[in-house]
Nanobody, 127 residues
Framework: QLQLVESGGGLVQAGGSLRLSCVASGRTFNSYPMGWFRQAPGKEREFVACINWSGGVTKYADSVKGRFTISRDNAKNTVYLQMNSLKPEDTAVYSC????????????????????WGQGTQVTVSS
């Protein structure tokens, strides 16, 4: 079983930046596609960004395109989410997820396609 632990959340003013990290342990992280999702209070969890096993393919939700960047460092078993130009509507719990497809060249945007999830980290953007 892969363990995923997110960090880097916090309180930031609108227009600010945060970098989230998701550190994996327990299985071969570097062969799995990964994703970031978020859930705001009273709302469904939604897709934010995803990345294939090598980092060469990424996808973003329209709401974050141009502001957020997903990346990974397989040597460090870590996937990142750099968030710039943050808005109050970005406030949510952000979770990373792993898809158990080794050397998966595809990316996955649906929550149900992922096999393992972290506990999440809170991001709060004040206006």
């Amino acid at each position: 079983q892969l363990q995923l632990v997110e960090s880097g959340g916090g309180l930031v003013q609108a227009g600010g930046s945060l970098r989230l990290s998701c550190v994996a342990s327990g299985r071969t992280f570097n062969s799995y596609p990964m994703g970031w999702f978020r859930q705001a209070p009273g709302k469904e969890r939604e897709f934010v960004a995803c990345i294939n096993w090598s980092g060469g393919v990424t996808k973003y939700a329209d709401s974050v395109k141009g502001r957020f960047t997903i990346s990974r460092d397989n040597a460090k078993n870590t996937v990142y989410l750099q968030m710039n130009s943050l808005k109050p509507e970005d406030t949510a719990v952000y979770s990373c997820a792993a898809k158990y497809v080794r050397w998966g060249s595809s990316t996955y945007v649906a929550e149900g396609e992922y096999d393992n999830w972290g506990q999440g980290t809170q991001v709060t953007v004040s206006s």
